[in-house]
């Protein structure tokens, strides 16, 4: 009998496991692009992103409402902001803008994709 309450309470063990949260957050002020992608986009989907209007970005500190104005300018769905030594998918994905900055929020690249 024993042997059958030990299954549950690893269950029990490895499911509580699974849902707690890692309570450590980076230090850093750069604008986070899971609150950017929190508002609405305006971009009509049909279309794909084009990083050109943005590229004016380049050299300046990003903030939150910059990073939502140049998704809806390059008729982005979605926005990725990605900084230094920072793991990313390798997909490719026609309605994403991606905004790379440096560890202080200055914006170095913008690309589609």
Do not use: W
């Amino acid at each position: 009998m024993t042997g059958t309450l030990k299954l549950p309470a690893l269950f029990a063990i490895a499911l509580l496991a699974a849902c707690s949260s890692n309570p450590e957050k980076p230090q850093n002020k750069a604008p986070d692009s899971s609150k950017a992608m929190l508002s609405e986009p305006t971009a009509d989907f049909d279309s794909r992103c084009d990083a050109d209007p943005v590229h004016d970005l380049i050299g300046e500190q990003l903030d939150d409402v910059m990073a939502v104005q140049a998704r809806d300018k390059a008729d982005a769905r979605f926005l990725r902001i990605t900084r230094p030594n920072q793991p990313v998918t390798m997909d490719y994905n026609s309605q994403r803008l991606n905004i790379d900055i440096d560890n202080a929020g200055v914006v170095l690249q913008v690309s589609c994709g």
